[in-house]
Structures are given as structure tokens and as C-alpha cells.
């Protein structure tokens, strides 16, 4: 695969299509299972509220690859992710019920770079909280 955006086609400012995620404890569980991240604080909520958390929290990374999900499907290739990072700055709190929490995520071209790359700048929000700080993804455009 390769992208389907052209790089010619994109300016500074251009906004990537928003998307919403939800997230509930069966989410959690299966993302554990393939990830082998079994800490506690994501499952256990009598363990979670002990060691000072609101309630079970979504794995960082979960939130992470979900937002990220937003710079995929625009480009249309995985691919041509060349870099990404983010710092976390609060957590996806994720109630035991039937709702459990959302996550949404939007995202602008924050700059064109060298060799056909574009900066994305993504902005990532569950309960009007921002989640994720400084994320940000390098994507190389056809």
C-alpha cells in the first residue's frame, strides 16, 4: 500500500476527518489479552481506586494507537506513519457500565516537511479532558 493523499494536494491547516472510539472494560480485557499488559490498574477497580486512581484506567498505548487511527485511515496507509509520539497527560478513566468512556480524536496538518512529509497535529479528549500532550505524527504523502 502506499498513501493516497498527494503531498501537492495538503496545506498547513487542513483538518483530518474527527473520530470518536469508545472504550469499555471488554475493550480493556481484550487489548490486555494482546498486549500482555495485565497491570491491574486497567481491570481492578477496588486495586485502581487504592493506589489513587478515580476508577479503572484505558492503557496509555491503547490510547495512543487509538488516536493515531485518525492519521491511518486519512492516509490510507499504515505505513506511511514515519513517526509518532505523544506524552500523556491524564488518563482515559473507564466506568463499569454499559457506556464506558469515549475518546475523541482530532487532528490538522501542522506542517509540510522534506520528502513529501506533512507534521499532523492530533488532539485526543475523553470527558473534556485532553488525554494526550504534544501528539504529534510525521506521514510521509504520495
Sequence with gaps: MTARI??????????????????????????AGASGDFNPIHWNEK?????????????GM?????????????????????????RFTKPVVVPNDDKGALIEVSAKVGAKLDDHQVRVDLTAVSEGKKVLGMSRAVVRLA
Design 47 to 59: 486495586f485502581a481506586v487504592e493506589v489513587g486512581l478515580p476508577d479503572v484506567i484505558a492503557h
Design 62 to 86: 491503547f490510547t495512543m494507537a487509538e488516536a493515531v487511527r485518525v492519521v491511518t485511515d486519512w492516509v490510507g496507509d499504515p505505513g506511511a506513519v514515519v513517526e509518532y509520539g505523544v
Design 6 to 31: 498527494s503531498y501537492g494536494s495538503i496545506e498547513v491547516g487542513t483538518e483530518l476527518p474527527a473520530q470518536s472510539f469508545p472504550v469499555t472494560r471488554a475493550t480493556l480485557v481484550r487489548y
